[in-house]
Structures are given as C-alpha cells and as structure tokens.
C-alpha cells in the first residue's frame, strides 16, 4: 500500500511539524490510526513523543506504546522520562492477564507514581500520575476517592496548551466520570458521557469496556437494553480475540445481569459465587448458601447472594453497609435495599 503523502512528508523533513497539526490532516480518513501510528513511532521531537504515547494509549495500540515506552524511558528529558514511567504502569495494568492480578497491584501502582519527584509546572505528568489515582481506587472499588482527581484534572486540562493532547485527556477525564456518576448512582449523567464516548471512540477495547458498564447501568430499568450492550459487548470481544474482555463479559456481567432478571436458562459461569447467584435466581437456596458457606470472607455482592437465599434481613443490611461505607458504590447499594423491601411487604 503506498503510503500517505502527509506521512511521507512528515518523515522526509527536517524540522517535525506538531502532532496536533498532522492528527487534523488525518483525522477521519480510513487509514487515520495506521498513518498516526507510523508518524507516532517516527517522532523525535520531545512534545510530540508525549502527545505520541497518549494518542496510542487512548487507542488502544497497547504493543506500539510498549515500543515507544522503551525508546524515551531513559530520555534525557525528565517529563518524558517520568511520562514513560507513568505509561509503562498503564501499560502493565492493561496488559496483565486477570488471572496474574494480584489484591495489592493497584496500590503497588499507586505508591510508584507517587514516588515520583513532579514539579509544579509538570501539568501533563500531574495529569498522568492523578489517573493513575483513578484506575488504581477504580480497580480497588474505592469509588468515593475518584471524584477529588476527577476535579484535579478538570483543573489542569485548562493548562493544556497542545489541542491533540487536551482532546485525549479529556476524553479519560470523561471515562473517569462516566464511571464515577454510575456509582454515584447519577443515571442520566453517567449515560451522556457513556454515550458520547462511544461516539468519539476509535478504541474497540474502549467500546466494548463502555458497553459493558452501561448494561450494567440498566440493571434497574431495562432488562433489554442492558442485554443489549452486553451482547454488542461480548461480540466485539469475540471479534477481537479479546480474552480478558470476553472471560469478564461471559462470567460475571452475563450470569450476574441474567441471574437478577432471573433469566437464566442456558447461563453459565466459572466464577464460584455467580454461580451462587445463578442458584439462588433459579430456585435453589440451599445450592447458593452451600456454595458460599466456604467462602473466608464475603464481598458485599456475594453477602447479598447470600441474605437472598436465607431471607437474612441482617445480611441484607450489612451488605447495603458495605456497598456504601466500603466502596461508596450507590449504585449497587440499590441491591440488597431491594431485596430488604420486598421482605417487608
């Protein structure tokens, strides 16, 4: 295939043109993330290397920011030096298989980021390291913590000059929110950032996450709709041989979302308290409890399961404690609030 004339150029001169002013050349032709790509793995003016690595990030070319990862870690630098740092974390937490993550990864990713000399006027690396923030209390269910770096980035994209660079942060800016209003149990919120973000997407990966989370989303309205991001979801996985995505989609989100609709003819799962759950929806108290019993300890979810089968109003209440005092996640603190209301009628 003969490459593009914009790419060509770019390569052939001396004195590298910015990367935003390239991206507004490509943006919207077919070839867009292959040409950006080329050109990101080219550049060796140091802006353009840190607009590189969120531009590959934020898409999804996990191997080629690996790539370019190695290329600046020692840059003389130190805001790429530290940038590369930051994104080597991002890269690790995206590519680790989810049967290698370990209870403590998200706080050992956290404490190497704030491990990190930052100077004031670093506003890319402070953006950096307060998303690292994010993703670590995300994967950590510690929701409540993410809004004090949602408003700390909101306050540092202001000083983005690089228009690229600040259209690509706030699209993770956006993500974050969509996620936090979700918890918050901000239903209408959250859907405007889910949905625009599927529109300005050009990640699959990023789609199918999004998908994900706005089934999970109608799990109190709509059984259909719900569905149907699940399965727009688990087809996109399947179409990417996305195993991660495809393992997550198939044993939790499903069984869990087909398990409260008490839908469950033909759902399956290979995680233990699912199939608690899935027990439960289809009659069998005793199979749940029994499954659970040898549980060490009990998530709020999987306490809930467990109130449910025994009609346990007290279970119920601490699980709804839990999901609230825990992971300040209100969203789902709805789940066992419903089932002790319906044990009251």
């Not at 719900?226 to 990417?240: G, K, P, T």
């Not at 209440?317 to 603190?333: K, L, N, P, S, V």
Request: proline residues 2%.
């Amino acid at each position: 295939m003969k490459r593009n004339q914009i790419v060509s150029d770019f390569l052939a001169n001396d004195t590298e043109m910015p990367l935003h002013v390239i991206y507004q050349q490509l943006r919207g032709q077919c070839h867009e993330l292959k040409d950006m790509t080329e050109i990101c793995l080219a550049t060796e003016n140091e802006e353009n290397q840190r607009t590189a690595m969120e531009y590959l990030y934020v898409n999804g070319l996990y191997d080629e920011l690996k790539v370019m990862i190695d290329k600046i870690k020692y840059a003389t630098n130190d805001v790429n030096r530290k940038s590369a740092r930051i994104y080597q974390i991002m890269y690790e937490r995206k590519t680790i298989a989810a049967t290698q993550l370990k209870p403590d990864t998200p706080s050992k990713y956290i404490k190497a980021v704030n491990r990190l000399k930052i100077n004031e006027e670093d506003i890319t690396v402070r953006i950096l390291k307060d998303l690292v923030h994010i993703y670590g209390y995300f994967d950590m269910h510690q929701y409540g913590k993410i809004g004090t770096f949602n408003e700390s980035i909101k306050r540092l994209l202001i000083q983005v000059k690089d228009p690229l660079l600040y259209e690509l942060f706030e699209s993770r800016l956006n993500e974050a929110l969509f996620i936090y209003h979700w918890k918050r149990n901000e239903l209408i919120l959250s859907r405007k950032y889910g949905y625009q973000l599927l529109k300005e997407a050009n990640n699959p990966r990023k789609q199918i996450d999004i998908h994900n989370i706005l089934a999970q989303g109608y799990l109190f309205d709509s059984y259909e709709q719900a569905m149907h991001h699940m399965s727009v979801a688990i087809e996109m996985a399947e179409q990417l041989s996305y195993e991660r995505a495809t393992y997550g989609l198939k044993n939790y989100t499903l069984p869990f979302i087909s398990a409260y609709y008490k839908k469950t003819e033909g759902i399956t799962s290979l995680d233990l308290a699912e199939q608690a759950h899935i027990a439960f929806a289809e009659g069998n108290n005793e199979t749940c409890i029994e499954i659970l019993a040898d549980f060490e300890q009990l998530t709020p979810f999987q306490q809930y399961y467990l109130g449910q089968a025994k009609q346990d109003k007290y279970l119920l209440r601490t699980a709804y404690q839990r999901f609230i005092e825990e992971r300040d996640d209100y969203f789902y603190a709805r789940l066992p609030l419903e089932a002790l209301n319906a044990l009251d009628q």
